[in-house]
Every structure is written in C-alpha cells, then in structure tokens.
C-alpha cells in the first residue's frame, strides 16, 4: 500500500506541473496572440531582439532625419519663392526704366517715375534680408547677421555682404537651410562687369551715349573706376575724317592717365568709339561710346557692387537727367545692368531648385530605406498570426486534456476505492 501512495503522490505532482506548464506556456501564447509579437521581451529570443531592437533605432534615426529635411525643404522653397518675387519686382522696375527713356517726359515726369522706383528697390533690399519662420535669413550664405545686406552707406562699397559667401553642400540625408545671397546679390567686377557710366551735362543740341561695359579679359579686371575725357576733336587733318583724342585717368584723381586716339570716323556721322585697353586703359574692360563727343565731354566708370547699387544708381540718374540724352543714358546702363543682375538671381533660383529635387530623392531613398528596416524589425519579432492562432488551438486543447487527465488521476486513490 506505501508503494501505490507514493505511486500515486508522484502521478499528482506529475499532473499538476504537467496542467502548470501548459498553462504557462498557453499564457505566453495568449500574450504573443494580444501584442501581435513573437519576441514579447528580450529573453523570448536575444538575437532577434537585438536585430528589432538596431531595426528601430535606425527607423526613429530616419525620422529626425526626415523632419530636418523638411524644415530645411521649407525654408529653400520660401528662399525660391522670395526669389521668385525680387525677379517680379525687378522685372517691373525695368519697365518704369524704359518708360523714363520717353522722350516726352519732362523732368517733373522722371522725377516721379524715380518716386515710384525708389519703392520698389526699397522691396528688392526687404526680400533680400527676409527670414525663415525660425528668423534666420533665407540668404545667408554660410552665416551672417540677421540682416545680411548692409547699406546703403556713405562709404564705399555702399553696401555690403555681412556674412561669409558661399553655398553649404548636401549631405546624403540633408540640404543646406541657406542660400548664398552674396552670389545673388553681390557683384564682382571681374564677374559681372557690372558698372555704371555717367557724363557730363551734354547740352541738348548733341548726343552722347555709352554702351554697357563688357568684360574681355576677367584676368586683368581690378575694379577700379576711371574717368575718360575727350580732349580733342580734330576735323581739319584729314578732310571729311573726324579723329577724337581722349584720356583714361583712374580714380581718384589725381591718377595717371593714359592718352588714347580712336581711329577716325566720317565727318557728320555719329561715332562709334571702341574704349578698351590693357593695365594702362580701362584693364580688361570695354564700352563703346556713340553719339557726338566734343572736347570736355567726361565719362565717370564706376564699378556696382551690388543689385540694390544698380537700383540706387538708376533711380538717382533718371531723376537728375538734364535731359533726353541724359535720360537715354541713365535708362541704358540702368536696363544692362539690371538684365546682369536678374541672370545672377535666375542663376541663384536655379539652385534652390536642384536643392529641392534632390530634398525630393532624399526623402524618396529615406522611405524606402524605413520601410526596408520596417521589414528587418517584423521578421525579427512579429508573430506570424496563422501559426500562433495554431499553436494557441493545439496548446489549448493540450492543457484541457491535461485538466480532464488530473481530474480522472484524482479518483485513483484507496478511498474511492473502498467506496
């Protein structure tokens, strides 16, 4: 009888911890069924939680990545857009230029078409200094002030970049949060050839114009300003050929000065004069001068250092124009110096524009690669449902076989016998 006592005993222990296991185990099952997970907790499985675990960190490490490359998207496109605006605004600011070269205004008409450009150059130098939503300018190149354009100032340059030039590069998952202003704003000399040609008061009766001035060689351009003075006229020498001398002196004065004489043209035509030179004329820089000179005529060639420079230049030039040869002077440097400057902001809005496409690829490439490490994280810990619907039916019907079992192991004891 002992025997069959402990006999029995052990088959209780046997049955309970067997009802035990399966319970736990059944448990487990239950919760992986609820979370939608095979690796519920590390020690489920340590590799697999591992790999999940590098899966999310790379995912939430795209994330942070994705919302820095969106701000940094926003602020290009409103750097664009500003772009965008400053070439409508210049855009009509030529047009009131051509419209000042009419010879049937009068001054009084020029002076207010100079009011009405005076506003709108006021708007261009605004956009130039817009900010972000986070205040930091949208043209700051590589860093600058809060307002990157500085001027007009009494001194020259009248204004300036107040920054560092250059465009930040991308990296694989960014863009820069800048464009560079200097490169849009700002002119160089030996770049752009921006300058501006003034003359004396040439009276009513003549003509005398200039051209833009041109670069011909970038390597020899200084910008400095220079002064060019007609000293004679000479019409007699050779009969029916009109030959003019003229100086080129540099600013300041007093400079040195390089005698030149142009070669002769028909008496009683205009003129077309061909000023250029090397170190000892206007250093790689040319314009051609039209109309009819005289001696005393002076030229002043004066480098732009920037878009808002040409602006001032036009506005004061249109309004204190003498006359229709003034007008017509101020209007045609004003429109060749503009058309140069627009080229370099068309040149900048070109730029922000390969950033946005490439912010595009970026976040093209960023997706996929999330939802390639997405895939990572669920084959390493998600529960594939159809097997785990399984394995919890088979490990349920296990455990109710396992209570059904203990319940007739109860029975076989000596009381219920003797009963």
Do not use: C, W
Not at 223 to 230: L, N
């Amino acid at each position: 009888m002992s025997y069959a006592r402990i006999g029995s005993a052990n088959t209780y222990d046997n049955a309970i911890r067997n009802i035990s296991t399966r319970q736990t185990a059944l448990s487990n099952l239950q919760e992986n069924l609820t979370s939608g997970k095979r690796v519920v907790r590390p020690s489920d499985d340590p590799t697999s939680a591992a790999n999940a675990e590098r899966a999310l960190t790379r995912i939430s490490r795209i994330t942070s990545n994705q919302r820095a490359l969106e701000s940094q998207r926003n602020a290009i496109a409103q750097a664009e857009s500003t772009l965008g605006q400053v070439t409508d605004v210049l855009q009509r600011f030529r047009e009131l230029v051509v419209s000042a070269g009419d010879g049937v205004h009068s001054a009084a008409e020029r002076r207010s078409i100079a009011l009405e450009l005076q506003g709108l150059r006021d708007q261009v130098h605004a956009l130039a200094n817009t900010a972000d939503t986070n205040g930091l300018p949208l043209f700051s190149a590589l860093g600058s002030a809060l307002a990157p354009f500085v001027g007009p100032q009494a001194t020259a340059p009248d204004y300036t970049f107040n920054g560092l030039p250059g465009q930040a590069a991308s990296s694989d998952v960014a863009i820069p949060f800048t464009l560079d202003g200097d490169a849009a704003f700002m002119h160089q000399p030996a770049r752009d050839g921006v300058y501006n040609v003034t003359s004396n008061t040439i009276p009513g009766n003549r003509t005398l114009t200039t051209s833009g001035v041109t670069v011909l060689s970038s390597a020899a351009v200084t910008g400095d300003s220079y002064q060019v003075s007609i000293t004679g006229v000479d019409t007699t020498t050779t009969p029916g050929t009109t030959v003019v001398g003229y100086d080129i002196t540099k600013l300041p004065l007093p400079g040195t000065s390089t005698s030149f004489t142009a070669p002769g043209y028909a008496t009683g035509t205009p003129a077309s004069i061909v000023l250029d030179g090397g170190a000892t004329g206007l250093s790689g820089l040319k314009l051609t001068l039209q109309g009819q000179p005289a001696t005393g005529d002076t030229l002043t060639i004066t480098p732009n250092p920037s878009v808002f420079s040409v602006l001032d230049d036009a506005i004061k030039d249109i309004r204190e124009a003498p006359n229709n040869n003034g007008a017509t002077q101020a209007v045609g440097q004003a429109l060749h110096n503009i058309d140069i400057g627009m080229s370099r902001i068309s040149a900048v809005r070109g730029q922000a524009g390969d950033l946005l496409n490439r912010a595009d690829r970026i976040s093209a490439n960023q997706e996929n690669r999330s939802i390639q490490l997405e895939s990572d994280r669920s084959r390493a810990e998600d529960l594939d449902m159809i097997k785990g619907i399984s394995d919890f039916n088979n490990q349920q019907t296990g455990y109710q076989a396992a209570l059904q079992t203990y319940a007739k192991v109860q029975q076989l004891s000596l009381f219920n016998f003797i009963n």
